[in-house]
């Protein structure tokens, strides 16, 4: 075969493979292996086309001899993967495994094979197959991923100690092992880890947002703020100009004459947290402008100082300098002692009315949220989200408490659990009716105590001063600190906290023993669960 035929067949099959027209690059491949069977490039194509048709058993023999002659080169297993989405997630990990299944011993496969595992959230498997692969710094940091997505982190310390030791260049392992000892409260530990990772690579916004939030687990704000900035420079983050960013505030700054835009992120919870500012900006003279999302528009209307309210769909108007939510508190210096006090939500009387028509009977009533909400487009949310979610089965020593009438407050998907609780426990559940915040915290304003996991409802509540029980997982998040069962954001707060992780039969009866302290407060005595019902309610003005 000519070599100009054999390059335009090539160009013709890689053309195929992207385009889905798999057997085209299965016959353009054949004919240059009928002139040239050695031909490396041919064996690569033909070996991701019949792959990505379906056959990656088939496929196996072909690519698994491509590696052999190209050692130093990406597996073509990776090169299978980074196809997508031109072809099935599933038969990436079938086509590893049954290259894996005829080089068993290959340390190179099997590393890149449980990278992929883990970022599918497949931790198990990845575990099993990277014991044969531990002979390398990449093996061990990956091993320590692996224990750290199973919850298993004081494993997942040693393997990533292993790791900078036997290889002390990469910033990511040392990064790794400060997230690490931070979950295990080794806090100095993790700090040097931390500094070790930003020696290395200082311009990574990544490890630099990673040591921010470890500084700020500490309690060591005035470092962390400035620190946790370099997230807006993580890639995707979509912001405004970074040179337009409200600067941090002096005591005898003003803004007058200025117009503040302030952001929401990411999170409900982050905003509802940081609402507290809004104010402070308004007192310093700044016209306040804020862009959230439909479900907290009318919550941010109720905050004095407030001048305008912008939701999706709404061009965002001329300002002089915009703010995100999380960075006011660097704005104003906040330390331990100086977080603005609570409660700074007001709920419209209107809505307590509304809301209280629609409680069941009983005289102590307690909202329940059992799990977070999904971010599925945020890379390992996924698995932080798993953890904190407690899951309405795990609640069902509730029903043991006397005289308690449970409400639930849990939207998305989750909120189908209510409909089949565990035994004993009855859900009185509104949400079918709640069109955003505002009608959760009328809600929330009929209620004596919320129970919920570490999510926006939780803060929705401390916000409004209402007693919260929150159930911390062990991996906490940096805002709830450590070593305490009560938060300065919060003071009405009271966290109950895994000590082991990933297990919430300790919380949970802890949960359990203050309701019924407060039940026996009021006097209360057994009683039979009212019935579980819906309204059909109007919708609130």
């Not at 575990?127 to 531990?134: K, M, V, Y």
């Not at 007192?283 to 309210?309: H, K, M, N």
């Not at 912008?310 to 006011?328: A, I, K, M, N, R």
């Not at 599925?376 to 899951?391: A, C, E, I, M």
């Amino acid at each position: 075969m000519h070599p100009k035929e054999r390059k335009e067949r090539l160009g013709a099959a890689l053309r195929c493979l992207k385009s889905g027209i798999w057997f085209r690059t299965e016959a353009n491949c054949r004919e240059i292996l009928k002139h040239h069977p050695d031909d490396t490039e041919a064996l690569l194509l033909l070996g991701l086309g019949i792959a990505a048709g379906g056959e990656p058993t088939r496929a196996a023999p072909l690519l698994h001899r491509v590696a052999s002659e190209r050692p130093d080169l990406t597996h073509p297993c990776e090169e299978f993967a980074r196809l997508q989405p031109a072809v099935a997630d599933a038969l990436v990990p079938e086509l590893y495994r049954a290259c894996l299944a005829l080089d068993p011993h290959s340390t190179r496969l099997r590393r890149d094979f449980a990278h992929l595992l883990i970022e599918q959230g497949e931790a198990d498997e990845a575990a099993e197959i990277l014991l044969g692969a531990l002979d390398t710094a990449e093996g061990l940091n990956l091993m320590g991923l692996a224990r750290a997505e199973q919850a298993r982190f004081a494993e997942a310390v040693g393997f990533f100690q292993q790791s900078v030791v036997q290889d002390p260049q990469p910033a990511g392992a040392w990064s790794n092992l400060g997230m690490m000892l931070k979950i295990e409260r080794r806090h100095d530990e993790a700090l040097h880890a931390y500094d070790e990772a930003v020696a290395r690579e200082p311009e990574n916004p990544r490890i630099r947002v990673n040591r921010a939030v470890a500084l700020l687990h500490g309690g060591h704000w005035a470092e962390a703020w400035p620190d946790y900035e370099w997230r807006l420079r993580l890639p995707g983050h979509e912001g405004l100009p970074i040179g337009r960013l409200l600067p941090s505030l002096e005591a005898d700054d003003d803004l007058f004459g200025m117009t503040v835009l302030v952001t929401h992120e990411e999170g409900f919870g982050d905003t509802l947290q940081f609402m507290r500012y809004l104010p402070m900006l308004s007192e310093r003279g700044a016209r306040v402008v804020v862009r959230v999302p439909d479900q907290l528009a009318r919550i941010a209307r109720t905050l004095p100082g407030v001048s305008r309210v912008l939701t999706s769909g709404q061009e965002t108007e001329d300002y002089d300098v915009h703010c995100p939510f999380f960075s006011l508190p660097r704005v104003f210096g906040t330390t331990l002692d100086t977080i603005p006090g609570t409660p700074y939500i007001k709920v419209d009387p209107e809505l307590v009315t509304h809301w209280r028509s629609a409680m069941p009977e009983g005289a102590f009533h307690v909202g329940l949220v059992w799990a977070g909400q999904a971010r599925p487009w945020l890379q390992g949310f996924s698995t932080l989200d798993r953890r904190r979610s407690v899951g309405l089965a795990a609640l069902a020593p509730l029903a043991g408490v006397s005289g308690a009438r449970f409400v639930s407050l849990q939207a998305g998907n989750p909120a189908a659990a209510a409909i089949d609780p565990p035994p004993g426990l009855t859900i009185f559940d509104p949400m079918d009716s709640v069109r955003d915040f505002a009608d959760t915290a009328g809600i929330i304003a009929n209620l004596d105590v919320v129970v919920s996991v570490d999510t926006s409802v939780a803060h929705l509540a401390g916000a409004m001063g209402k007693k919260v029980l929150l159930l911390d997982r062990y991996d906490n998040c940096w805002r709830w600190l450590h070593d305490r069962n009560d938060t300065p954001w919060y003071p009405s707060m009271t966290l109950f906290r895994q000590t082991t992780p990933d297990d919430w039969t300790d919380p949970v009866h802890r949960v359990v023993a203050a309701l019924q302290g407060m039940a026996a407060f009021r006097g209360l005595s057994a009683a039979p669960p009212h019935p579980s019902r819906r309204p059909a309610l109007a919708n609130a003005a």
